[in-house]
Each structure stands twice: as structure tokens, then as C-alpha cells.
């Protein structure tokens, strides 16, 4: 989710974790506590650059931008992610039958 | 991502979390704010919905962190500034560990450079020494333990073998050099070929020499050692196709040996060809020291069995001259034993080092256990901090591991100072070690040492730290109350620790100070030994050859030698001086062959073999050995070739029955040699050191007809000069001799100028190196042993003052409570004592064979010892024990 938020723009902490409550219709919200330390992972893995940039409102921050290979990543855990969900639904749709 | 610029950008990454995180709390801030929240309310909420900052600020670090190691750290930084704050006990850690670990560590090095290391020559696991036993030969193994080689043996064996890749014999000679500066007397290592084919090691500059160098009529040229060759030429590579003059014979030199060169021990000056006639050589002549290199793949029970053949094939190829049996060695039983070419350089030094290591070993253990005690001290005094952690939820784990963190610190310290101990130590070693210590040019502190030093280290600091640790480390079940803490007694347990620590120290004391009393004793009982020569201190010794090539004929030789000894016997200050083949204990390559006596029907036996020696007039008077019946040779007898001879106490007992009855009786070597009447009986003589028995000995006339017939004789070419004179050893006395003997010929070179007294120390020296090291070891332990119940009483004694005032309070006698300490402490020595004493017993017989004239089990030694040892822990306790006398009970019971 969060690679695939910052794959439309480059954005800070507090933007993107607006952007996905925003998304999903606040269905979804990415507590503060496992953002950032999940961000960290993140950029140690390869999938996210951090660069100094300002936000919306002109303080100094950090903006994360997805990398090459963090494109890479998203598509695979997105193709493994149909994969599960379809099965998900084939199960639950024979359930219902 | 490299290391470094992980550990660097680290910094970059906090900044940029917390800028991340306070940032979106700002904005989330202005976005309630716009909401219409007032400023605090708006931050309140702002941080309540975003949860503990600090917590996840540390979360999102720990992804760029190795937890284990950085914890680690932190221990490490702790456990670095609680040393800091006890700088005394941190430094008497550490330099007892670092004596400790540099003792070992340098004794180590000795071991590894001498026993492990493999010999400097290429792929030298397949070298091998010939070594031949001849257990059928009487009298053989009183002056030899081997048979040698001799010249048709090693034809044999070059010719016919097949498990030898190259084989060569050699021996060590010396010669006299001529032309350069003064005449001097040089070492060399005569060699066949196939010595250096076997060694493998090629030459610096020029090249080796080769089979035609072999040729008895040929040209025969010479190789340089690198440190001639640097002392004598100055390194000059043109040397090489130049001329010396080797014993008045022009040589030209075919190339240098590197640097570090040896033929197996031997530090020679000169390679020179050994060129034997191939087709005349008796059977006899067993003087060639044999190497050979196997063929890849052969082992050593092959090549015994292919000289086992060819010991056949040599009997039936080659005869001592008409009319003797080729086959009569058979009677000797020669049986091949060879064995690889480190064994026999190394010898039997490999003994004493393994001793002077596990002696070493155990004092280390000893300085273990008393770092050990004052770890217990220390951690008996941190208790109360322990029991508070554990009490708020630190893991056992984690508090033995900070403890033994400590200890591996400072056991890491002690080592790296102990390296540098090591290096000094390694130093003095080489300095006292016995000068005839193989290899010890190659002993250093190579990767292997500095290895063992770093293991070493880490071992002990587990091992002094685990007792600490597993006693002081509070279980959880078991916190002690912290209240009860101040005023219990110590606890049993610990103090048990502590008891066994001393019990062992004090029984591995005891071993080491009965095996060094044993060595003095030992040492002892060899100085009391009658060498067979008198005040060696005062005994000037000079060996003096005279080559073929400068004086043929042997009379001329016996008048010039007999001029040279006038000539010393007139330096002032000189007493008398004589001249002999070879003095004892020298290591000189002996001469032998058995005796026939006159009246004796020896039915086709072989006489047993005895030492032979040829001595000068006044040569026994000189060197201080008794005449025990007879005289001396006198000129007349040497210069008329009377057919006379000397015996030793031993020969003349055993052939005679008596001295006394030995004078006037004949002998003879030969059946075709005149007999030899006995005018005189010597004592017996140590010739191969104190501790070896002395060897039946004949002493012929320096001067003598040989086998070649009537009318042919010979004489020594190669004498000791033994002078005696109370300015032996001084330098002015050396020129003088010199000048006495270039006064009768200026071509002669004086070598192997030594006092009695150095030969003497030299035959002993395997003996003094141990016994040095171990008087060391012992008294470290025995240091460290006393200062072990010193610190445990001590301690106890001030653990106990609480108790002490109560016992007083109520009338106990400050004596009995002295008594009360010292009483324990002689329980536990009494127990120590006799553990030390069963390991003493045990081991004691594994070092038998270092002993001499001494029981291992010496009831002397091991009722002194022990008292002085029990004596000592008693004052050790005593001391600490009165103060108690100080104790006041009211300022005891005041204190709590």
C-alpha cells in the first residue's frame, strides 16, 4: 500500500499516511507506529530513496520517492496479493454454493 | 552497502527520522489548529493520537542496528568505565594475566619454532635420518647409541636403493684457511653427493656441487655458507670461480648457500666434497652421518626394509682385506631404524620444552585462580547492585554475561600486554637457553603465537570469569534479601568457592616446588660428580690441526706439537700443558675398536668394542685427572714408538681385576699390531657428561705404529691443547697462546678457544635451562599461591568483623579467634598439600628421565617441601588473621 501510494508522487510521513486514509475512505489507516519503523525497512531493503524536501506547508522534512527496484517489489506483491485474493474468492464463493 | 559508510550515513538516518516525525506532528497540529482547536489542545491530541515518539523514533532506528552487537557495546563501554574506576585492581589483573599469558606465550613461541614448525627445507616431511642399531656390537653403547655409516655402506646405498629419491652422508670437519687474512680454523660439513640433492635448498649465487666434485683425483671445489661468505668476501657475488686455500690446497669456490642454511643442525663455514675411492673401501669406518629424501609415497617401514636388503648386499660387495669375514657383522645385528630428520634435530629437547610448557601451563592456571578469588571479592562486593537488577527484571543471562564480558576484557588486556612480556621473555629465553638448543636461530613470534596468546586470553577470562559468574549471578527464584544482605555472614557457598580455589592452588604450588627442589637436587648431585678433571675454571682448552698438506711426515707433526705444548707451558702463569685426541664432554666424534689381551684365547669372538684415545705426555697431569696406578706416557716412549698404552679405572677392573694388577700386563687392537704393555691407570672420565656413565677407555701414545706394517706410523693431526693457568678465559692470555703457537709455525689456526669450565656448563646446559625455569615457575607459584590464602583469610577476616566483635562481646580470647583463621586456612592447605603431593608422585615419574642421582620420589624433598609450603601458608594466614586482635567490638556492632 504504501509502495503503491508513493508510486503515483513522492510524498512525506504525514502526507502519505493521509493519502491512504483518504484512499480507502478511511477503511484503512496506517497507524504512526508501524509507518515509520516500516518506511526504515523500507529503505534498507533498496525499495525507498529518502531525499530532504518540504512539505506542503514550507517545513524542512523528508520525502520518500520509490526506487527502481521498489517498483520491481510492488509488482510482484501485488501479482502474489491477486493470486491469494482470488483464491479467497473462489473459496468463498464455493462456500456460498 | 560496505560497513563504514553504513556506520557513518547512521547519524544521517536518526536526523532524518526525527525530522520526518516531528514534522508530521506539526502538521497535524496545523491541521487540527484549522480546524479550529485551540494551539495546546491541538498538540495534546496531535501527539496522543500519534503514540510514544521516543519509543518509535528507537523502532525505526533499530532497523539500521545490529541489536546483539550494540548491546554489546554498551556492556563493553560499561564494563570499561567500572575498571576505570578501580584502576588498582584493574592493573594487578592485569599484570598478573599478562605475565602469566607472555610467560606462556613465549614459551610457546620456543615450542612451536623447535618442535612443530617444519624444518626450513623443501616438502622435509620426506626427509629422513639413517639411523642404524647395531644391539649385537659389546660395548657399542657405551660411547654410541647409533651405528654410523660408513663410506662402502653409503656406495651401497646409492647404488642399489629404491625408496630413496637422493641419499648422502656427510660429516662435520674442520679445516684451515690460509691466504686471506690470519690462518683460521673454519667448520666444515664434508658432503657426498646426493646431501644437497636431499636438503634441496638451492644455492644463492654460483651452484651447487655435483658428481664430478665426487672424484678422488679430481678438483675438488668447495661452497660458501652466507655468513662466511658475508664475514670473509663482504658479500662479493664475484666470489664465486675464485681460489681459496683449504688446508694449504687450492679450491676454487662453485657458489654460496643462502642465509639460514644449515646441513640438519650443523652451522658450517664450508661445503667440501667427501670424494671416496668407489672401488677400494673396507667395510669398516662407521664415521657418515646418512640423510636421505623418500621417493613420494614411501614410508619409513619401506625404506627400513630396503636397507635391511641392501645391509646384505653391502657384506657380500665389499671386505676389511684378506682374510677377514665380510660376514662377521652379522654377529652385530645391524638393523635399520630411520627416522624422520626433525627427530633427530629436535632430540631429546623435546622432553624438557613439553616440561617447561606444562609447568608454565600451571602457574598460569595458578594466576587464574587468584584472578579468579579477586573476581569473587569484587563480585561478593557488586551483590547488592546484582540483586537490585535482577529484582527489576534483568535476565540471569544478561548479568553473567556482563560478568564474564569483564573478565574476557580483562583477560584481552592481560594478553596484549603479555605479548609484549612474550617478546621480551622470548628474548632472555634464547639468551639463557642451552646454546646447543636446536634451532634456536628460528625460534620468533610468528602468527601461530600471537594466536595462541589471543586464545590463551580468552580462555583464561572464561575460565577465572565462569567461577564468579555462576556463583555471584542471582537466580531469580533466589534474590537475596537486600536487607539481610549487610548482616548475614557470608554465605556457605561462596566461601566453598573460594576454598577450592586455594585447596588448588595450593597442590599445583606443591608440584611445581618438589619438581624444582628435585632439579636442584639434581643439579646438585651432578656437580658432585667427578668429571675425570680437576678446577675446570682454571683449564684453558685449544684445538689445533695440522693439515697433510703442509706437514706430511708424522714425526716432524709430534715435534712441532711437542714444541707448541713447550712453548704454552712457558706462557707465564701457565702451570703445565698436554695435548689429547679429544677432551670429554666436547662432542668430539669418537674413535673405537675393541682390545685383545695377551693370554686370552678368544676362539673367533670379537673382543668388546672400547673408546679410544690418544694422548701427549703431561696431558692427564694438566687436565687434573688422577692416575690411579703407573705413570704418565713419557717423550722418550712417544718419539722411540714404544708399544705402551694407557687404561681407564673401569677397563683395567674389568679386564684385571684391579689397577694395580693391570700395570705391566699386554694388549693389543690387532693380531698383527706388537703388544702394548699397560704402564699406567687413569680414572675414569665423563666423556659424554656427568650424567652418562663413563665409557672403558684405552689411551694410546700420540705417536704410534699403525696397521699399515712395521716401520709405518702416525700421528694425531688434529689435538686439544689443555693448559692450565689461572688466567684462563682472559683475552690477553687467548692472544698470548696464539702468538706461542705462530712462534713454532705461522700457518697454523687456533680453533675452539674455550675454558674447561664452558665445556663443562655446555654438557650441562639442558639441565640448568630446566632447572632455571622451573626454580622460576615454582616460586611465582609459590608467591601466588601465598598470596591466594593471604587474600582468602584476609577477606574473610573482614567479612567476619561483625562476628568477631560478637564473639568478643562475650569473652572470646583475641588469640583464639588469630588461631580460629589460621586453623582454616591450615585445613585447606593440609588438603592441598596432599593432592599436591599424589600429583607430585604421579608426575614425578614421567620426569624421571630429566633426573639424575635422585630418586623421583626423594623422601627428603618430599618432606621439606611440603613443610616449607605449610610454613608459609601459616604465616600468609597469620598475618591477616591478628588483626582481629584490632577488632573492636563496640566499633564491629556500631557498624551496623
Known amino acids: 500500500m504504501i509502495l503503491q501510494s508513493l508510486r503515483l508522487k513522492p510524498m512525506h510521513g504525514y502526507a502519505l499516511a493521509k493519502h491512504i486514509k483518504q484512499v480507502s475512505d478511511d477503511l484503512l489507516r496506517v497507524e504512526e507506529g508501524s509507518l515509520y519503523p516500516a518506511l526504515q525497512r523500507m529503505l534498507k531493503e533498496g525499495w525507498l530513496e529518502a531525499e530532504t524536501g518540504t512539505s506542503a506547508k514550507g517545513r524542512p522534512t523528508r520525502i520518500y520517492r520509490l526506487t527502481n527496484a521498489g517498483i520491481q517489489h510492488l509488482e510482484r506483491e501485488v501479482v502474489s496479493f491477486e493470486r491469494m485474493f482470488a483464491g479467497i474468492t473462489r473459496v468463498l464463493a464455493a462456500a456460498k454454493a | 552497502m560496505p560497513l563504514f559508510s553504513r556506520l557513518f550515513s547512521r547519524n544521517r538516518r536518526y536526523d532524518d527520522i526525527s ?41 525505526s532506528r533499530e532497523v539500521w542496528e545490529w541489536p546483539r552487537l550494540e548491546s554489546l557495546l554498551v556492556d563493553l563501554k560499561h564494563v570499561c568505565r567500572r575498571l576505570g574506576r578501580s584502576p588498582g585492581f584493574a592493573i594487578t589483573v592485569v599484570l598478573t594475566l599478562a605475565i602469566g599469558i607472555g610467560a606462556n606465550t613465549a614459551v610457546f613461541s620456543v615450542l612451536n619454532s623447535v618442535l612443530i ?17 647395531a644391539l649385537g656390537a659389546p660395548g657399542l653403547a657405551e660411547f654410541r647409541d647409533e651405528l654410523r655409516l660408513s663410506a662402502s655402506m653409503y656406495l651401497t646405498f646409492a647404488a642399489h636403493n629404491r625408496t630413496f629419491q637422493s641419499v648422502g652422508v656427510w660429516l662435520p670437519r674442520t679445516a684451515s684457511i690460509t691466504g686471506i687474512a690470519q690462518p683460521e680454523q673454519v667448520n666444515t660439513a664434508m ?19 655435483n658428481a664430478a666434485d665426487q672424484e678422488p683425483h679430481g678438483t675438488q671445489r668447495v661452497m660458501l655458507s652466507y655468513g662466511y661468505w658475508q664475514r670473509r668476501f663482504g658479500g662479493d657475488p664475484g666470489v664465486v670461480g675464485r681460489t681459496i686455500r683449504l688446508d694449504s690446497q687450492p679450491r676454487e669456490i662453485a657458489g654460496v648457500m643462502p642465509r639460514g642454511f644449515k646441513v640438519v643442525s650443523y652451522d658450517f663455514d664450508l661445503l667440501v666434497p667427501l670424494a671416496f675411492d668407489p672401488v677400494k673401501q673396507p667395510l669398516a669406518g662407521f664415521a657418515y652421518r646418512g640423510i636421505a629424501r623418500l621417493r613420494a609415497g614411501v614410508t619409513i617401514s619401506q625404506a627400513d626394509a630396503d636397507i635391511a636388503r641392501l645391509l646384505n648386499v653391502w657384506m657380500d660387495s665389499w671386505t676389511n682385506g684378506p682374510g677377514s669375514d665380510p660376514h662377521f657383522y652379522l654377529t652385530w645385528k645391524i638393523t635399520p631404524a630411520l627416522q624422520p630428520l626433525k627427530e633427530k634435530v629436535v632430540g631429546s629437547i623435546g622432553k624438557v620444552l613439553w616440561v617447561v610448557m606444562a609447568t608454565i601451563g600451571v602457574v598460569m592456571l595458578i594466576a587464574c585462580t587468584n ?36 573478565s574476557v576484557t580483562l583477560g584481552l588486556l592481560g594478553g596484549a600486554v603479555g605479548v609484549g612480556v612474550a ?65 548475614s555472614s557470608v554465605s556457605r557457598e561462596r566461601q566453598r568457592g ?52 703442509l706437514v706430511r711426515d708424522p714425526q716432524t707433526i709430534t715435534r712441532l706439537q711437542n714444541s707448541i705444548q713447550e712453548k704454552l707451558a712457558a706462557i707465564p702463569g701457565v702451570s703445565s700443558a698436554g695435548f689429547t685426541a679429544s677432551v670429554p664432554m666436547s662432542g668430539a666424534e669418537p674413535a673405537w675398536d675393541g682390545v685383545y689381551i695377551e693370554g686370552k684365547n678368544y676362539a673367533g669372538e670379537q673382543p668388546p668394542l672400547r673408546l679410544y684415545n690418544y694422548v701427549s705426555p703431561g696431558y692427564f697431569h694438566t687436565a687434573g685427572t688422577r692416575i690411579v696406578a703407573g705413570r704418565e706416557f713419557v717423550w722418550t716412549e712417544i718419539y722411540g714408538l714404544r708399544p705402551v698404552g694407557l687404561v681407564s679405572e673401569s677397563l683395567a677392573r674389568q679386564l684385571w681385576g684391579s689397577a694395580s694388577a693391570a700395570i705391566g700386563k699386554r694388549f693389543r687392537e690387532y693380531p698383527s699390531m706388537p703388544w702394548h704393555e699397560v704402564v699406567g691407570v687413569v680414572q675414569d672420565v665423563r666423556e659424554n657428561g656427568v650424567d652418562q656413565a663413563s665409557p672403558t677407555t684405552v689411551y694410546w701414545p700420540s705417536m704410534m705404529h699403525d696397521i699399515f706394517g712395521p716401520g709405518s706410523f702416525d700421528a694425531r693431526r688434529t689435538v686439544y691443547f689443555a693448559i692450565r693457568s689461572n688466567r684462563a678465559g682472559t683475552q690477553a692470555f687467548i692472544n698470548e697462546m696464539q702468538l706461542a703457537v705462530w712462534s713454532v709455525n705461522s700457518n697454523l689456526a687456533v680453533a675452539s678457544i674455550s675454558t674447561m669450565l664452558d665445556i663443562y656448563s655446555q654438557s650441562m646446559a639442558r639441565t640448568s635451562f630446566t632447572l632455571v625455569m622451573l626454580a622460576i615457575a615454582g616460586t611465582m607459584a609459590l608467591a601466588l599461591g601465598v598470596l591466594g590464602i ?107
Open chain 2, 191 to 209: 658432503i657426498t653427493d646426493g646431501v644437497l640433492q636431499t636438503l634441496g635448498v638451492p644455492a644463492t649465487a654460483g651452484q651447487w656441487l
Open chain 2, 423 to 487: 617478546y621480551a621473555g622470548l628474548r632472555l629465553l634464547t639468551a639463557i637457553g642451552p646454546e646447543n638448543l636446536p634451532r634456536l636461530s628460528e625460534i620468533s613470534l610468528d602468527g601461530r603465537s600471537l594466536a595462541f596468546a589471543l586464545i590463551l586470553s580468552a580462555l583464561s577470562g572464561l575460565l577465572f570469569g565462569s567461577i564468579p559468574a555462576l556463583h555471584c549471578a542471582p537466580s531469580r527464584q533466589a534474590v537475596p534479601l537486600l536487607g539481610a544482605m549487610r548482616t
Open chain 2, 19 to 59: 525530522i520526518s516525525i516531528h514534522e508530521h506532528i506539526d502538521e497535524r497540529i496545523d491541521e487540527l489548529m484549522e480546524e479550529g482547536m485551540p494551539r495546546d489542545e491541538a498538540e495534546r491530541t496531535a501527539r496522543r493520537e500519534f503514540g510514544n515518539v521516543t519509543l518509535l523514533e528507537e523502532r
Open chain 2, 371 to 406: 584472578v579468579a578469588n579477586l573476581l569473587l571479592v569484587r563480585a561478593d562486593s557488586r551483590q547488592h547492585e546484582l540483586a537490585v537488577r535482577s529484582a527489576l527484571g534483568a535476565d540471569r543471562w544478561r548479568i553473567v554475561r556482563e560478568l564474564l564480558l569483564e
Open chain 2, 498 to 549: 573460594r576454598n577450592l580455589l586455594v585447596v588448588a592452588q595450593v597442590s599445583m604450588a606443591l608440584v611445581l616446588l618438589i619438581s624444582a627442589v628435585l632439579l636442584i637436587r639434581t643439579f646438585h648431585a651432578m656437580h658432585n660428580v667427578d668429571p675425570g678433571f680437576s678446577d675446570p675454571v682454571s683449564l684453558q682448552v685449544m684445538r689445533i690441526s695440522i693439515p697433510e698438506t
Open chain 2, 790 to 896: 593471604y587474600g582468602v583469610i584476609s577477606y574473610a577476616v573482614s567479612q567476619r568483623t561483625r562476628e568477631i566483635g560478637i564473639r568478643m562481646a562475650l569473652g572470646a580470647k583475641r588469640s583464639e579467634l588469630a588461631w580460629m583463621f589460621v586453623r582454616a586456612a591450615m585445613v585447606l592447605t593440609a588438603v592441598g598439600t596432599a593432592v599436591g603431593l599424589g600429583a607430585a608422585a604421579a608426575l614425578m615419574r614421567l620426569m624421571r628421565t630429566l633426573l639424575f642421582g635422585i630418586s623421583p620420589l626423594d623422601p627428603v624433598t618430599f618432606t621439606l617441601v611440603p613443610l616449607a609450603l605449610v610454613a608459609a601458608a601459616a604465616l600468609a594466614s597469620y598475618l591477616p588473621a591478628r588483626r582481629t586482635a584490632s577488632v573492636d567490638p563496640v566499633e564491629a556492632l556500631r557498624a551496623e
Open chain 2, 117 to 133: 614448525r617444519s624444518l626450513p627445507y623443501p616438502e622435509s616431511q620426506r626427509l629422513v635420518s639413517i639411523y642404524l642399531n
